[in-house]
Structures are given as structure tokens and as C-alpha cells.
């Protein structure tokens, strides 16, 4: 049986975990079982829009499917609910922004996407209107990971300890780790692999990000708003606002400032009172051109990374384990477009 050890419990860590267990992998996962991550903050959004240029996600058509598939596949074997398919409410924000629909708006790419309800809630300040999509919703991350970490899988042991990169043992057939012999060994790490002494030329951009758990009565909106951040509703009145960006300040601290700017969006919004009930912050392992970051590495090709997933984890983790594990069977060959190694100097 192939084997695999998988470096960090996150989004990434996970999706590519539950993916090679479906390959028929032995899957040790190593994670220190922090109190937060970027993982544990993401409010889960997929979205095939990116809204403010109005404009399809790179690569919506294929990574939408997967990622539904996936979660969907994933939620049947948990037994939980996990996936939550929620149609989403873009507010223009200008003349400029309503125009700037009004051109693309007959282009056959969005088509998947334009979705006909009825107008939405009247406590929704919308003086240019807005548009429906369909195609988007949430996963439950917190969810996805617990489950993923208790889960009982004859195939998948759980460490609960720091990965210690002094450990590893190079062999002919893979790596050794303390007394694990796997094929494999894939780092997942969010922004702690600019630690990494195998990957230390990734360049990393990770971005801050905040957001706040909201309460607010009476407003009862069953779909998402994007208006330059998105209201998630969560039940029981309470919606999800996300999320700031800071490329300075690249902490797991909640700050005053950043749920201040939130606040202020929600109002721009919304003509409700409402009560901020949590507020957490993360930060997003995103790379310097945008893409994720797969491959092995150059010299020692049994360690790979699986990384990069900047502020689309949910979207693009599903599509891209199941290109890895279709490279490990040698039935393709690695993209280039997300090859770790296009950032090695030639
Ligand atoms: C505020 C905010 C909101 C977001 N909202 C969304 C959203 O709505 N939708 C979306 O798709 N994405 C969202 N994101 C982005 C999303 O969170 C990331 O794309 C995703 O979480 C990255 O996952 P990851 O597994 O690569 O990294 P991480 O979540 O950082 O996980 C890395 C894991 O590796 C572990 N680890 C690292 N080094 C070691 C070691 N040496 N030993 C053991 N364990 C180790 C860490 O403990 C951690 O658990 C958001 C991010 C933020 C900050």
C-alpha cells in the first residue's frame, strides 16, 4: 500500500488527505492542533465571481465542479452537514460598477452564473442595485477539519505534535519520519513554511485578514451580499463579515482598526442595528504571483508541497489534490501554472 505522511491539518492538508485516502494511501498527518490558522478563521465562501471587477475566478469552470463534488462526496461520509450552496447578492457600488455589469452581463462565460430572484431584503441600502449569482455558498471548515481529525478511517493516523524537519530520513523508496516509513511526504503548512528548510524559496505574500461573527435581528437574508466584503448568514440571526486585507501587519491579532472598517461596511449595507458577537483574524498563505504552489522538490523528489492557497482554499484545494494524486499516479504530468518550482532560478 502507497503511504504518505501530510505536514499541517488545514484546508490544504486535509482536502489532500481525504483525497489519496480515496486513492487507497496510508495517511499519517502530523498538526501542532493550533488554536487558530487561517483555516479555522475562513468563513469557507467558494464563489465563481470575483465581484468588484466583475469578472469569473481563474479557472471557475473546472474548480467549481470539483470543489461541489467534492464537499458533497465529503459531507455523505461525515454524515454532517458541511456544504451549503447559498446564492449571493452583489451590490454595485457605483454608476461606473452597474455600467460596468451592463457590458458583460450578455457574455456567454457568466451565463452559468446570472441567477432571477426576487428583489432582496428591504433592509439592503443598495442605491445602484445589484445583481444574483448563483454557483456559490460555504463550507464549514471548523467541520471539515474536526471531522477529518476524529474520524475513524482504518488508513489515517492523526499526530497530534510540531513536525520536526531535523526527523527526516531520505531513502531510496521514500522518507522515514521517527519510526513512520512512507512514499511521500507533503508539506501543508499555510504561511509556517517560510520555515521550511526544503521550500525556503517560495515566495510567500501572506495577507492578514479579520473578521467578525455579527448579530442581527429581523433581517433574515438566506443568501450571501458581496459589497466589497461578504455577509454570510450563519442561522439564529447571526452572520459571518469578511474580511480585511493587511499585507503590513502579519499577525493572528484581532485589531481595533480592523473591526472598526468592517463595521463601517456592514453599515454601508445594512439598516439594522447589529451586535459584533466574535472577531478573529488569520492569515493567508498567498504567494507573490497568485497561484498555488504543488510539486516536489528538486533534489529530494519523495518531498512535495501542497500550499498557496492564498484567500480560495475552499475553491481551489479539491481541483488541485486530485490533479497531485493524478500526477503520483503517473497518469499526467505536474501544471506548470502551479509547479513550486517555476520560482527556481533557471
Ligand atoms: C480572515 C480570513 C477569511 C478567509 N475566508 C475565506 C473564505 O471565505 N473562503 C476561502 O476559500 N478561503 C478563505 N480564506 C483563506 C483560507 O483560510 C486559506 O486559503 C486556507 O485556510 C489555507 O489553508 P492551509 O491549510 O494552506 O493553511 P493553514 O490554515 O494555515 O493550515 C496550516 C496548518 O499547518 C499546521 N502546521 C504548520 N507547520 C507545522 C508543523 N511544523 N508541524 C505541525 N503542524 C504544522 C498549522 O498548525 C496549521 O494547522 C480566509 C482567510 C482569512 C485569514
Redesign the pocket.
Known amino acids: 500500500m502507497k503511504s504518505v505522511i501530510i505536514?499541517?491539518?488545514?484546508?490544504?492538508?486535509t482536502v489532500l488527505a481525504e483525497t489519496l485516502l480515496l486513492q487507497g494511501y496510508k495517511v499519517y498527518i502530523?498538526?501542532?492542533a493550533?488554536t487558530t490558522?487561517?483555516?479555522?478563521?475562513?468563513?469557507?465562501?467558494?464563489n465563481p465571481i470575483i465581484a468588484k471587477r466583475i469578472t469569473t475566478s481563474w479557472m471557475a469552470a473546472q474548480l467549481l465542479p470539483a470543489c461541489q463534488q467534492f464537499y458533497t462526496q465529503l459531507q455523505a461520509k461525515y454524515r454532517t452537514p458541511l456544504i451549503h450552496p447559498l446564492d449571493l447578492y452583489m451590490l454595485f457600488d457605483s454608476i461606473e460598477h452597474q455600467n460596468n455589469w451592463a457590458t458583460k452581463a450578455t457574455d456567454a462565460k457568466y451565463m452559468p452564473w446570472i441567477q432571477q430572484r426576487p428583489p432582496a431584503s428591504p433592509h439592503i441600502i443598495q442605491p445602484y442595485g445589484g445583481q444574483w449569482f448563483t454557483g456559490s455558498g460555504?463550507v464549514r471548515t471548523h467541520t471539515l477539519l474536526h471531522q477529518c481529525r476524529t474520524q475513524q478511517h482504518p488508513q489515517l493516523v492523526y499526530i497530534p505534535?510540531?513536525?520536526n524537519y531535523a526527523h527526516v530520513e531520505h531513502t531510496p523508496q521514500g522518507v522515514t519520519y521517527q519510526n513512520i516509513t512512507a512514499d511521500y511526504l507533503f508539506f501543508?503548512?499555510?504561511?509556517?513554511a517560510q520555515n521550511n528548510p526544503w521550500f525556503d524559496y517560495i515566495p510567500f505574500k501572506p495577507a492578514?485578514?479579520?473578521?467578525l461573527t455579527i448579530k442581527v435581528e429581523n433581517f433574515k437574508a438566506d443568501y450571501i451580499i458581496q459589497s466589497g466584503v461578504?455577509i454570510l448568514p450563519q442561522g439564529n440571526d447571526t452572520y459571518i463579515v469578511?474580511?480585511t486585507y493587511n499585507w503590513d501587519q502579519i499577525d493572528n491579532q484581532p485589531t481595533a482598526e480592523g473591526k472598526e472598517e468592517l463595521m463601517l461596511k456592514v453599515q454601508k449595507v445594512i439598516n439594522l442595528p447589529f451586535e459584533v458577537v466574535a472577531h478573529?483574524?488569520?492569515?493567508?498563505?498567498a504567494i507573490t504571483d497568485r497561484r498555488p504552489v504543488i510539486g516536489f522538490h528538486p533534489q529530494h523528489p519523495k518531498l512535495g508541497v501542497f500550499?498557496g492557497?492564498?484567500?480560495?482554499?475552499?475553491?481551489l484545494a479539491p481541483y488541485f489534490a486530485q490533479h497531485l494524486a493524478q500526477v503520483l499516479a503517473g497518469h499526467m504530468p505536474l501544471s506548470k501554472e502551479i509547479d513550486v518550482n517555476r520560482f527556481l532560478r533557471k
Open positions: 505536514v499541517g491539518q488545514g484546508i490544504a492538508g502530523y498538526d501542532q493550533p490558522s487561517s483555516s479555522l478563521v475562513a468563513a469557507g465562501v467558494y460555504y505534535e510540531l513536525f501543508c503548512e499555510g504561511v509556517q492578514k485578514g479579520e473578521v461578504y469578511g474580511a478573529k483574524a488569520g492569515i493567508r498563505p500550499n492557497l492564498g484567500a480560495k482554499g475552499i475553491l
